[in-house]
């Protein structure tokens, strides 16, 4: 059954996240289908079109299994499983809310949350993504190893000559082993051996601005040529003037969503500012005024899927570099703002519809800072910054890197 649904039913909830392009999914799926458990109600959830229930109730590897009492997370499982491991899962989330186990109640003093200014805020986010840096193989974390884009882009802004380093480090990794005519998200291997069966168009978005940021910084002209290419490459795989999600065993997946095509324009942005190939900035104009034809931004062809702010955010961010966008900051304000200034992750109609609470989501509201930095507006952008200035810690380090990213533009502005 759907999401909708499973609210109607009093028994636990078993829910599978999965994606169109995760390699397991569609072998956890079958195995999922096979179990049956009476007290249970069986959900699946696509991820990518539900990140808002992905965001509550799943650790964000997919396919991952979790078992939800009364909105809260009581248990799971992720990565390939089968069926009788399946069952085994449930059957300890089952005991657990009956009564089986031990709830250990920490018994501790509050602690007083530590005060950041910007500049502390910025380097303890440097120490934290730095933290997960292998000094041996490059790239962050072991198996999977990651080169994250984003996190390459903050580390390349700060500017020092240590961060620098860790960026070439990874991004030549991430060329030598990850690229096969676009890049791999990652790899499966410590040593960048092993890689995935797929590729994420908007993964090589944010790779292009990392490496055309690293060829600023360096005048490599390696970064720049690997940029282009990738460039070449997403635009080889537009599909109805608009940009797939993936690309599966070489085939594409034909669904199409505002953060992905957002990031790709902004890709194309940077590419023409470096290259001036008219070609780049043509294609950043087409793809702009076709988001823009989407006068509800849903998301464009999966009609079903609700709008989030995160959409907004990314959509904001590509629009601001035409010093466009004021449309989309008045939909923000009227659906998703709170009285602080910031935003939350869903309208108020979704979340008492999917009985869901409403969350402020540091990575959405970075990006919007961002746009909103674009076209001028420092205030606003100040006001989301000042709001998580003592929360950011909260978040893991890729999200932190954003919202360090808005923190070197807002310290450079002040």
Same mark, same amino acid.
């Given at each position: 059954m759907d999401w909708k649904e499973a609210l109607k039913d009093n028994r636990l909830k078993a829910v599978l996240f999965w994606t169109d392009w995760c390699e397991d999914c569609e072998y956890v799926k079958k195995e999922f289908e096979n179990v049956y458990n009476p007290y249970?109600?069986?959900? +699946?959830? @696509?991820?990518?079109e539900r990140p808002d229930l992905a965001l509550r109730?799943? !650790?964000?590897?997919? !396919?991952?299994?979790s078992i939800i009492s009364e909105g809260n997370v009581i248990g799971g499982i992720y990565g390939k499983v089968n069926a009788e491991t399946i069952g085994e899962v449930l059957l300890k989330a089952l005991d657990l809310s009956l009564g089986g186990g031990v709830l250990i109640k920490p018994n501790s003093s509050k602690v007083e949350r530590t005060k950041y200014t910007i500049g502390e805020a910025i380097s303890t986010i440097r120490r934290n993504c730095l933290a997960m840096f292998d000094i041996y193989y490059g790239g962050f974390e072991k +198996? !999977?190893?990651?080169?994250? !884009? @984003?996190?390459l882009i903050f580390l390349i802004e700060l500017g020092d000559s240590y961060s620098l380093e860790v960026a070439k480090y990874t991004a030549e990794a991430a060329i030598y082993y990850l690229w096969d005519d676009g890049f791999y998200p990652y790899a499966k291997s410590y040593d960048w051996k092993m890689h995935p069966n797929f590729k994420l168009l908007d993964v090589n978005a944010e790779a292009i601005i990392a490496l055309l940021k690293l060829y600023e910084k360096t005048k490599d002209e390696y970064f720049l040529e690997y940029a282009i290419e990738t460039g070449n490459w997403l635009l080889k795989n537009k599909i109805d003037d608009l940009y797939p999600i993936a690309i599966v065993d070489r085939k594409i997946i034909k669904k199409y969503y505002i953060d992905v095509n957002s990031k790709i324009g902004e890709a194309l942005i940077y590419l023409f500012k470096f290259t001036q190939d008219k070609k780049f900035r043509d294609e950043a104009i087409s793809l702009k005024n076709k988001l823009l034809s989407y006068s509800s931004w849903s998301h464009l062809l999966n009609a079903n899927v609700p709008l989030f702010f995160l959409d907004l955010a990314y959509l904001l961010r590509f629009l601001s570099y035409f010093k466009e966008g004021d449309s989309v900051v008045n939909l923000a304000k009227s659906k998703y703002s709170s009285e602080d200034g910031t935003f939350y992750d869903v309208d108020s109609s979704l979340a008492n519809e999917e009985m869901i609470g409403r969350y402020k989501i540091m990575v959405g509201n970075s990006i919007f800072a961002q746009g909103l930095l674009n076209l001028g507006y420092f205030e606003e952008s100040r006001k989301i910054a000042d709001y998580f200035l003592n929360s950011f810690y909260e978040f893991n380090y890729v999200d932190q890197a954003e919202y360090g990213r808005l923190l070197v533009r807002l310290n450079e502005t002040s």
């Open positions: 249970f109600a069986f959900v +699946e959830v @696509n991820a990518d109730y799943s !650790p964000q590897i997919f !396919p991952s299994i +198996e !999977p190893k990651y080169f994250l !884009p @984003n996190v």
